[in-house]
């Protein structure tokens, strides 16, 4: 995609200059077009380009009397197109509705450190000035993760766990076999089956399906050690007698207090009473410029919290965690193992959300060992305030025993029933199990070849901004 992004672009990048300068450029170059065609799927577009010019060279190669149009309409056989890499979520949803379930999302997970070191390494070799490349290193990977209020900036950390299947790159043999086992499983092999890890966090994504918090859907499961489910949890206000209420369940329909039924998210509530608080005591002792002092209370808090430049946006104070009315997935999971007198000791948390800090001090006091997570939750201080309790992403090797915090490895809820589900037959009909041939076998996945239209509409905005260059 990087090659694509700078030969498609007004200046080209020169590979000769130093690594650090070379990404960034790439980077520059990946901001300008999503900006410019404000679609966050601009660089994404330019690989469909050169999968539909792909497929017309091949057709044609294969048969001279098709016309451009008919060679760009028909499927290369036995061909697959790799997108390397994505970096904004807008990127996979765009590829999604091209292609549907054809479009198979990897994501590779590696330490940010050993990430780090990989980088530094890469730097060295083509700088001369080797003094600062573990400064660029950094700035790099955290630009790569998000760039801050950019909307159409490198956003890998919002692309990373919208992933068909997620797979540890750090050792490259086991790297391999996990990227063979999604090829067997995308190729129909009869005898592919979930892992505990994939069996538990299926069941927490069901388990966040509970939830109508206002805000987003965090489902948890413990497992005990055998990996057999003995709680579950999600999101949600809690219910009078334990629990959360239950959709169509008469006796839980009178005590229905969540917050869509109240109307409002508490949480948004207390954090505007608490800035208009501090914007009164501010006014008061004569703090504020004159102009802001004329404003009224929600005025200030609106322009602080909401305006344009807006200084409190984004804040640890603006993203205060404990008014909300929910209780956190995790702790509902811990909540109803309590309740049914399930023992958590060396127990496995599979979450759906890495879970925040005030849900890692519960995680830590109720024995847990183990957590496995998908989606990033910034907000968390929980790696912060418990560096010596808890081991995140394998960042550290220590003989001291600690909760460890693991990115999920195998496929995605999202995928795991059309993946696992039991092909058309799995024996003969002398009895005998069927053998998967590697070398016939097809997707197990099929959809129609309309998507060569997708691929037209999607294209059709690049069109717009390439004929506007000229």
């Excluded at 036995?78 to 479009?103: C, D, N, Q, W």
């Excluded at 980088?119 to 660029?136: A, G, N």
């Excluded at 200084?311 to 956190?328: D, M, N, S």
Aim: glycine share 6%; net charge negative; hydrophobic share 35%.
């Amino acid at each position: 995609m990087s090659e694509l992004e700078a030969s498609g672009s007004s200046g080209r990048v020169s590979l000769a200059e130093p690594e650090h300068k070379r990404i960034d450029r790439l980077m520059d170059r990946g901001d300008e077009l999503r900006a410019q065609m404000e679609r966050g799927d601009a660089v994404a577009l330019l690989g469909l380009t050169a999968v539909r010019k792909h497929r017309t060279e091949y057709n044609i190669a294969r048969d001279k009397s098709l016309s451009t149009d008919d060679a760009a309409k028909q499927p290369a056989p036995a061909t697959a197109y790799i997108f390397h890499s994505l970096k904004h979520p807008s990127e996979v949803y765009m590829l999604r509705r091209v292609y549907g379930r054809l479009f198979l999302f990897l994501s590779a997970y590696t330490p940010r450190q050993k990430r780090h070191e990989a980088l530094c390494q890469r730097i060295k070799r083509t700088s001369k000035d080797v003094s600062e490349f573990h400064e660029d290193a950094n700035r790099l990977i955290e630009r790569d993760e998000k760039e801050a209020d950019n909307h159409f900036g490198q956003n890998v950390r919002d692309t990373f766990p919208l992933a068909d299947v997620f797979v540890d790159a750090r050792e490259p043999r086991e790297l391999r076999s996990q990227i063979d086992r999604a090829v067997r499983l995308v190729f129909g092999h009869p005898f592919v089956t979930p892992t505990a890890d994939e069996y538990a966090m299926f069941h927490a994504q069901a388990a966040a399906m509970r939830s109508a918090d206002l805000s987003r859907q965090v489902g948890a499961v413990i497992t005990n050690p055998e990996g057999e489910v003995i709680a579950t949890g999600c999101n949600e206000v809690p219910k009078i007698g334990g629990g959360a209420v239950w959709e169509g369940t008469a006796e839980d329909a009178e005590i229905d207090y969540r917050d869509f039924k109240m109307g409002f998210d508490s949480s948004a509530r207390w954090k505007q009473k608490i800035f208009t608080e501090i914007f009164e005591r501010l006014r008061s002792e004569g703090w504020l410029s004159p102009e802001k002092s004329k404003l009224d209370l929600d005025q200030l808090v609106d322009l602080a919290l909401n305006g344009k430049g807006a200084p409190f946006k984004g804040t640890r104070a603006a993203g205060l965690l404990e008014f909300g009315r929910v209780v956190h997935a995790e702790m509902h999971a811990l909540t109803e193992a309590a309740r049914r007198g399930q023992a958590t000791r060396d127990a496995i948390l599979y979450c759906n959300t890495f879970p925040c800090h005030m849900c890692a001090r519960h995680i830590i006091a109720s024995g847990i060992r183990r957590v496995v997570y998908i989606l990033p939750y910034p907000k968390s201080l929980a790696k912060e305030l418990y560096a010596n309790e808890i081991q995140v992403d394998h960042e550290r090797i220590s003989s001291i025993r600690s909760v460890t915090f693991e990115s999920f490895v195998g496929v995605s809820p999202n995928r795991y029933l059309s993946l696992f589900e039991m092909p058309e037959r799995r024996k003969e009909e002398n009895g005998f199990s069927v053998e998967w041939d590697p070398g016939n076998a097809i997707p197990k996945v099929h959809e129609d070849i309309s998507y060569t239209k997708r691929e037209i509409e999607e294209l059709h905005d690049l069109s717009e901004y390439v004929r506007g260059l000229n």
